[in-house]
């Protein structure tokens, strides 16, 4: 865990004792885990850098169930951790102290889909990939895809307002879910859950709880718009020698490709080497500066294969891509798809990954890469840049084997300072949760962070809900009474 937990006290929530564990187990029928084996992963992150110690994971499966042992908890005063997937980046799926575990993992069933309006209507812990192939079988897609879709909960999704590969083409989550069922931090349920494409009477309360991390409640079922599944996809590999070139590669996908675009990523040659390196993984291309990976999903695969020739022709005319190939068929572009969505697996493998997602505008875009490859130098493994460059969205990552302060102190808080000296976001879509709460600021106003704790203190009053998580300054609620 990094040095910043040295300087958090532990809010003065109550402990949780056996009388406690007896309730949970009257509610819960033995879906209550004190076990210390099981409850390891559980209160550790993806990237095992940050760590809590909860003594209990309670695993509801209805939202009956959740509403009962939220209102305890809440009674109890005892604070409480919403956790889908646990494939969150940013520390905020994990305690960080003794909280609560309560997780969505047997809350997976799918209620509804409406083939004709493509509303599907399901349970927060249905994994995506699930989804995705359940609603494939009615001609629709899910509406966002990322690396993690083996494990992620839609409701992990929701929470953090993910974005991922297919942003590009379907937009943000606040725009593709219709309604949200959520437990309130005292038990009560928010029922907004509706597949209307239209509801405009008074607040559209489920969008603060896009993105709101669990700290404003626990989503319990999820309704979201799934566009129509793409009758043809196609995908292409380009290389070619700058970052000013990849800008160029874009524009031209933006002018030859228009609307059956789907994804735009890209990955510098550190990143291709880390994936070949560390993960035997082969490329359809030699070596080269920088990579884009395009994808069509379109209705009519001759049609899309021919304007992605195309513009493949026009961009290795003008110079733009020095190499380029094509795939079709789907296990080519699983195996293209595959060197993109493997970057995370891959950085892994060196030991402690310092992971850094920024939106920032295209023309300082890689500039912040090489900065920093400069700045950290020796003091790391390798510097690897990636990411959805169609969102503007910059994945920029180092390592090095061990957790080591003093590659921590080149990096924080200079990047984000960087990042927000040049209009950027220090976080675009993995959220703030514990590791980046302190940093709000470089991204947000005092007063639009003001707003967000009344917001915070009106729904949490008692803050059992994900404390110590995305707001730096709300303390741990009101004390005991
Ligand atoms: P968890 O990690 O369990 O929780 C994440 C946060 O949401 C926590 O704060 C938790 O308290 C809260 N939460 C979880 N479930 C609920 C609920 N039901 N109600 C309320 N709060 C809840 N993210 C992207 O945005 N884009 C990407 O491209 C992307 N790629 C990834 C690739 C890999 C390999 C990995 C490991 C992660 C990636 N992520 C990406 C990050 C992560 O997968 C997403 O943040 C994902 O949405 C988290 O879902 P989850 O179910 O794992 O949530
Ligand atoms: C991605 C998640 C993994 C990473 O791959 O698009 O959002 O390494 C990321 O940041
Ligand atoms: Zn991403």
Redesign the pocket.
């Known amino acids: 865990t990094s040095s910043r937990l040295t300087s958090l006290t532990r809010g003065p929530y109550s402990v949780v004792n056996d009388e406690d564990i007896q309730f949970f187990n009257k509610v819960l029928e033995g879906r209550v885990i004190t076990d210390k084996d099981e409850l390891e992963s559980h209160n550790t992150d993806?990237l095992k850098t940050v760590k809590g110690n909860s003594q209990v994971l309670l695993r509801p499966k209805t939202t009956e169930e959740v509403s009962a042992i939220v209102k305890y908890c809440h009674d109890r005063y005892l604070a409480v951790?919403?956790?889908?997937?646990?494939?969150?980046?940013v520390g905020?799926?994990v305690p960080v102290f003794d909280e609560v575990i309560i997780s969505?993992q047997l809350m997976n069933n799918i209620i509804s889909i409406n083939p004709v309006s493509g509303a599907l209507i399901c349970q927060?812990g249905c994994i995506l990939e699930t989804l995705d192939s359940h609603v494939q079988e009615h001609g629709l897609t899910m509406p966002l895809d990322?690396?993690?879709k083996g494990?992620?909960?839609i409701?992990?999704?929701v929470?953090?307002n993910?974005?991922?590969?297919r942003l590009l083409r379907y937009g943000s989550l606040h725009g593709t879910v219709l309604g949200l069922e959520a437990v309130l931090p005292d038990g009560e349920i928010m029922d907004c859950l509706t597949p209307l494409r239209k509801d405009n009477t008074g607040y559209d309360l489920k969008q603060l709880f896009i993105g709101s991390?669990?700290t404003l409640g626990?989503?319990t079922k999820v309704s979201i718009l799934c566009p129509q599944k793409p009758n043809a996809v196609c995908v292409a590999l380009l290389g070619c020698e700058s970052f000013q070139k990849v800008l160029d590669i874009f524009v031209a996908c933006k002018s030859h490709l228009g609307e059956i675009m789907s994804a735009f990523e890209f990955m510098d040659s550190q990143t291709m080497q880390l994936v070949k390196e560390n993960l035997s993984m082969t490329s359809p291309l030699v070596d080269y500066p920088f990579y884009t990976l395009v994808e069509c999903s379109g209705s009519n695969g001759t049609h899309d294969e021919e304007k992605l020739t195309k513009m493949l022709q026009a961009v290795m005319d003008d110079g733009a891509a020095l190499d380029g190939t094509v795939a079709t068929d789907s296990t080519k572009i699983y195996n293209i798809w595959a060197l993109r969505e493997s970057c995370?697996?891959a950085l892994m493998k060196d030991g402690y990954n310092y992971k850094y997602d920024v939106s920032l505008p295209l023309e300082h875009f890689y500039t912040l890469a090489e900065v920093m490859r400069e700045r950290v130098k020796n003091h790391a493994i390798r510097t690897v840049a990636y990411g959805h460059v169609g969102d503007g969205n910059l994945h920029l990552n180092f390592t090095t084997a061990e957790y080591c302060p003093a590659t921590m102190a080149l990096i924080e808080p200079f990047i984000y300072d960087w990042v927000a000296k040049h209009r950027g976001s220090i976080s675009a879509?993995?959220g703030l949760?514990f590791k980046k709460r302190q940093f709000i600021y470089h991204s947000k106003t005092p007063s639009a962070v003001a707003l967000m704790a009344t917001i915070k203190k009106a729904v949490d009053p008692r803050g059992i809900m994900?404390p110590y998580?995305v707001l730096p300054e709300v303390t741990n609620g009101e004390n005991e009474s």
């Open positions: 993806w951790v919403p956790q889908g997937g646990n494939t969150g980046l905020g799926s969505t927060a990322l690396g993690a494990s992620c909960h409701g992990g999704n929470a953090t993910a974005g991922g590969i991390e669990g626990i989503i995370a697996s879509e993995h949760g994900n998580k």
